[in-house]
Nanobody, 114 residues
Framework: QVQLVESGGGLVQPGGSLRLSCAAS????????MRWYRQAPGKERVLVAT???????DYADSVKGRFTISRDTAKNTVYLRMNNLKPEDTAVYYC????????WGQGTQVTVSS
């Protein structure tokens, strides 16, 4: 019904940057909110960033000042720009879209290592 396709993950050195993309199969205005989560090995999946339909954003304390969530409505795409990456940012990152139910992307691996 709804597909979310993530891209942009990879291996980066500490202090480096990546931009993740989440392309939706339908207009992102169908969703009340778009979110990025991450899950490190052996850990719970945790919320990283949120953008609501009005464009307001929110971030987990662990990424404030380093990560930025944004959107391009014409491309049905949400982004997560990650700057000053740290080893503890290593995780699988998941895109989430919320309406009357939640939809999830397949996840993209981010590895921060020297």
């Amino acid at each position: 019904q709804v597909q979310l396709v993530e891209s942009g993950g990879g291996l980066v050195q500490p202090g480096g940057s990546l931009r993740l993309s989440c392309a939706a199969s339908r207009s992102i205005f169908l969703f009340n909110a778009m979110r990025w989560y991450r899950q490190a090995p052996g850990k719970e999946r945790v919320l990283v960033a949120t953008i609501i339909s009005a464009g307001i954003t929110d971030y987990a304390d662990s990424v404030k000042g380093r990560f930025t969530i944004s959107r391009d409505t014409a491309k049905n795409t949400v982004y997560l720009r990650m700057n000053n990456l740290k080893p503890e940012d290593t995780a699988v990152y998941y895109c989430n879209a919320a309406t009357t139910r939640d939809y999830w992307g397949q996840g993209t691996q981010v590895t921060v290592s020297s």
